[in-house]
C-alpha cells in the first residue's frame, strides 16, 4: 500500500480499525497506530477483498472504477480502490484501463502457471494452423516423382531452379541411366 494513505491516517486522530490482507482471508484489528503502520507496510488494506471480488464479478470479471466508486459497500476514496487493487494477486489491470478478476477458483494453479499455461495453449494454436497450411501445400504438389527427379534434384543445390528444370527435362530425354554420363565424342 502506498504511504500516502497512511500519512492521511496518521494526520488525523486514530481510530481502530479492519485491515485486510488482499490475498487471503486474514483480518487483523488495528488497534494502535504502530500496528496499523505495520501492517501497511505489509500491504494490508482497508477495504475488504471479497467485496472488490463480489463487485468484480458482478460485472463479468471486468470492471473500470466506476463500479467500485458507486458501490455502496465500500467506504473509500478512487486512491484507496486502486491501491487495494493493485495488491491483489488475483486482479490485473487490463492495458485499457479495466481490472480485470482471475478465475481462480475453478483452478486450484498459481496465476503464474495459469499465465504459462495459456501461453502454452495459444502457441499449440499457431504451430497446429501451421501445421495444416503446410499439409494443404504438400497435397498440391504434381505427380509421381520419378527417378530422373530424385537424380537431377540430389545434384542441384537450389531446388526448384531454372537450370535444374533444364536438367530434368534433359534426364527426362535420355532416362535417368543414361542422363549425367559423359560420352566421348568420336573425331
Not at 485491515?19 to 501497511?40: F, G, K, L, R, T
Not at 481462480?104 to 501451421?130: A, G, N, T, W
Request: aromatic share 8%; net charge neutral.
Amino acid at each position: 500500500m502506498k504511504k500516502s494513505s497512511s500519512f492521511k491516517i496518521a494526520e488525523k486522530k486514530f481510530k481502530p480499525h479492519k485491515m485486510y490482507d488482499p490475498n487471503s482471508d486474514e483480518v487483523i484489528d488495528a488497534e494502535y497506530e504502530e500496528d496499523h503502520e505495520e501492517y501497511a507496510d505489509k500491504d494490508y488494506i482497508h477495504i475488504d477483498p471479497e467485496v472488490l471480488r463480489d463487485i468484480l464479478k458482478d460485472e463479468g470479471g471486468a470492471a473500470g472504477i466506476d463500479p467500485f466508486l458507486d458501490s455502496g459497500d465500500i467506504d473509500a476514496d478512487e486512491d484507496e480502490i486502486l491501491d487495494a487493487l493493485e495488491t491483489m494477486d488475483d486482479v490485473g489491470k487490463h492495458e485499457y484501463g479495466d481490472y480485470i478478476l482471475q478465475d481462480l477458483e475453478s483452478s486450484s494453479e498459481s496465476p503464474d502457471k495459469i499465465i504459462i499455461k495459456i501461453i502454452q495453449e495459444e502457441i499449440s494454436f499457431v504451430l497446429e494452423k501451421r501445421k495444416k497450411r503446410k499439409k494443404k501445400k504438400k497435397k498440391k504438389s504434381s505427380g509421381k516423382k520419378d527417378a530422373c527427379y530424385h537424380k537431377v534434384k540430389s545434384r542441384y543445390s537450389v531446388w526448384p531452379s531454372a537450370y535444374a528444370s533444364g536438367a530434368l527435362v534433359k534426364c527426362r530425354k535420355v532416362g535417368a541411366k543414361n542422363w549425367g554420363n559423359k560420352s566421348k565424342k568420336k573425331k
